[in-house]
């Protein structure tokens, strides 16, 4: 079944700290990965897509289909980083969303 | 509006009650999905209409639990016989055609208490 797993519920970091969301899925096909981020108070919104192997306010995301992993990474976190990370796989027209992980970036 | 709208922001209801909840896509949007998300958990898909083809209603919990949209206008979420359990945020969201490569806008979502 396409399932999409990140491991961990909250992650805190000092600012200037590097940071690494993690996510691994299970899909039987050529995956499509997109992390969404819901900063407080507002609306969940997209991050980046794999697909198009962009970086977003610092954040990149390499797909690795050996380890099925698509983790997050900023090398330096910024205390406005703090927010709800959520990972998704795409399958047959909708997505399918982890857990969450609550990223905290101390001053 | 410039946004996926949602309504009610709020609702408290009691079990066994019957509850609608209201989702305004962007304009011109084919593409609509119910999305729950209970406290500590991530999002659950529920169901997604796009354009006039059949709903993909997998998603859905229980057949309790039912969907409209008309057109590719307003959607309606409602949960019959609303039980403890139903209690969470109901997200819509809806993007120009389908979530491929296209990224969904979300809307501020439903609180559903159910006492």
């Known amino acids: 079944a396409q399932r999409v797993t990140q491991p961990e519920k909250l992650l805190s970091v000092f600012k200037g700290a590097p940071v690494e969301l993690k996510c691994n899925y299970s899909y039987s096909g050529s995956p499509e990965l997109f992390w969404y981020v819901q900063y407080s108070r507002q609306r969940l919104q997209l991050l980046l897509r794999h697909i198009s192997r962009e970086s977003i306010k610092g954040f990149t995301a390499d797909l690795n289909k050996g380890e099925t992993s698509f983790h997050l990474k900023k090398p330096f976190a910024q205390e406005e980083d703090s927010a709800m990370y959520y990972c998704?796989?795409?399958?047959?027209?909708?997505?399918?969303f982890g857990t969450g992980t609550r990223l905290q970036v101390f001053p | 509006g410039a946004g996926v709208s949602q309504s009610p922001s709020n609702k408290v209801t009691e079990k066994g009650k019957d509850v609608e909840l209201r989702c305004d896509p962007i304009s011109g949007h084919t593409a609509l999905y119910w999305y729950r998300q209970r406290l500590g958990q991530g999002l659950e898909f529920l169901i997604y209409?796009?354009?006039?083809?059949?709903?993909?209603k997998s998603g859905l919990p229980s057949d309790r639990f039912s969907a409209e949209r008309t057109g590719e206008s307003v959607s309606t979420l409602t949960i019959q016989r609303t039980q403890q359990e139903d209690s969470a945020v109901y997200l819509c969201?809806?993007?120009?055609?389908?979530?491929?490569?296209?990224?969904?806008?979300f809307g501020s979502g439903t609180q559903l208490s159910v006492l």
């Open positions: 209409f796009q354009g006039n083809s059949a709903p993909d």
């Open positions: 969201a809806s993007t120009l055609h389908r979530a491929t490569n296209e990224k969904l806008f």
């Open positions: 998704a796989l795409l399958d047959t027209d909708k997505l399918i």
